[in-house]
């Protein structure tokens, strides 16, 4: 069984959640890796790849999480979307300039809620 390497992230990248999860949350409940685990019902190995920031926090994982000590859900997905985005970003610009651009009209972004300068 081959282990992922971490993700590389640029310097101006969002951390990863699990990151913030290990190194500030848990110490500052003083709970093992193991107990935590146990209080969010899930394994240990699936916890550290978390906190080793290997491993997305789900939508499933965000609800416990905010079970667990108390910081929302939504909280716990955006970090997740930020970290996420922007190494998509980082990844993809040599891809992206080949894309055609296909610019909507204004009233279909009002419609749908969508931002627009």
């Not at 640029?10 to 990863?16: D, E, I, K």
């Amino acid at each position: 069984m081959s282990r992922e390497p971490p993700k590389m992230r640029s310097p101006a990248a969002p951390l990863h959640p699990g990151l913030l999860l290990r190194d500030h949350i848990l110490p500052a409940l003083g709970i093992t890796v193991s107990q935590a685990a146990l209080d969010l019902a899930t394994t240990r190995q699936t916890l550290h790849r978390i906190l080793a920031g290997r491993s997305a926090i789900t939508p499933d994982m965000a609800v416990r999480l905010e079970r667990f000590c108390g910081i929302p859900a939504g909280f716990w997905l955006g970090r997740q979307q930020d970290h996420d985005l922007s190494l998509a970003q980082a990844a993809l610009p040599a891809r992206l300039t080949r894309l055609p651009q296909h610019p909507l009209p204004d009233a279909v972004l009002d419609q749908i809620g969508a931002p627009h300068d």
